[in-house]
């Protein structure tokens, strides 16, 4: 397995279901990325991790709770979702302390919420 | 406030060459990142630029004038892969990706 791997590839999800995104990076990187992608839209920050520290959290709702047990995983709790929340999650990790601020992303996990 | 600007979609024809622009207004610059996205897949990187002129990287090249606030990508000689969304990032004076919609390339026959 190279690179980013993120499962599920898609989801569909009651309003009233908990489920979790997972993400795996396999490239030694120290930082990882959670991402929104919805259509027509600027990719939107979510969550930074670095060093397995959360450093990020741009005005993200409670009912996505990220965890980051180790530099290479990463998930993203979810629970009483909204439909708004239907899109393209991505996942990227990158090696900050190489100079180089290069993300590599995962393929996503389409999320519908019904 | 940070603003990334791109034409939401573009089309070209295979063989031909294509430039999609894109304007930035940020909070500090430390480099600009063209990405590309196929359809369902995930974003791959292009190009960094970080100094102002012209990165040439095979049939793509990417442009960047700091003092304008401007890039592009010139994609030359199209092929039917080539059809793909192109997002534009500015790295910002705290190191964080601001992001712009993306444009979507159609490449005809």
């Known amino acids: 397995e190279t690179g980013v791997t993120q499962t599920p590839r898609h989801l569909v999800m009651g309003m009233t279901n908990k489920k979790s995104l997972k993400c795996e990076q396999h490239?030694?990187?120290?930082?990882m990325y959670w991402y929104k992608q919805s259509a027509k839209k600027p990719l939107e920050l979510m969550f930074v991790?670095?060093?397995?520290?959360?450093?990020e959290n741009n005005s993200v709702p409670s009912r996505f709770s990220p965890e980051c047990p180790n530099s290479s995983h990463l998930f993203l709790h979810l629970h009483t979702l909204q439909p708004e929340d239907s899109a393209l999650y991505l996942c990227?990790?990158?090696?900050?302390?190489?100079?180089?601020?290069?993300?590599?992303f995962g393929p996503g996990t389409r999320l519908t919420v019904t | 406030g940070q603003n990334i600007d791109q034409p939401t979609e573009m089309t070209a024809t295979e063989g031909a060459i294509v430039q999609i622009n894109c304007t930035y207004q940020?909070?500090?610059?430390?480099?600009l990142f063209w990405y590309q996205q196929h359809a369902g897949e995930a974003p791959t990187f292009l190009s960094y630029?970080?100094l102002d002129g012209l990165e040439e990287k095979g049939r793509f090249s990417s442009f960047l004038s700091r003092s304008k606030g401007y890039s592009y990508l010139l994609l030359k000689e199209l092929q039917m892969k080539d059809s793909a969304s192109y997002l534009c990032?500015?790295?910002?004076?705290?190191?964080?990706?601001?992001w712009g919609a993306g444009t979507k390339l159609i490449i005809k026959p």
């Open positions: 630029n970080v």
């Open positions: 991790y670095n060093f397995k520290e959360q450093t």
């Open positions: 490239l030694g990187h120290n930082a």
């Open positions: 990032a500015v790295l910002d004076s705290n190191y964080q990706l601001i």
């Open positions: 990227a990790s990158s090696q900050e302390t190489s100079g180089s601020y290069e993300q590599y």
């Open positions: 940020t909070s500090g610059f430390n480099g």
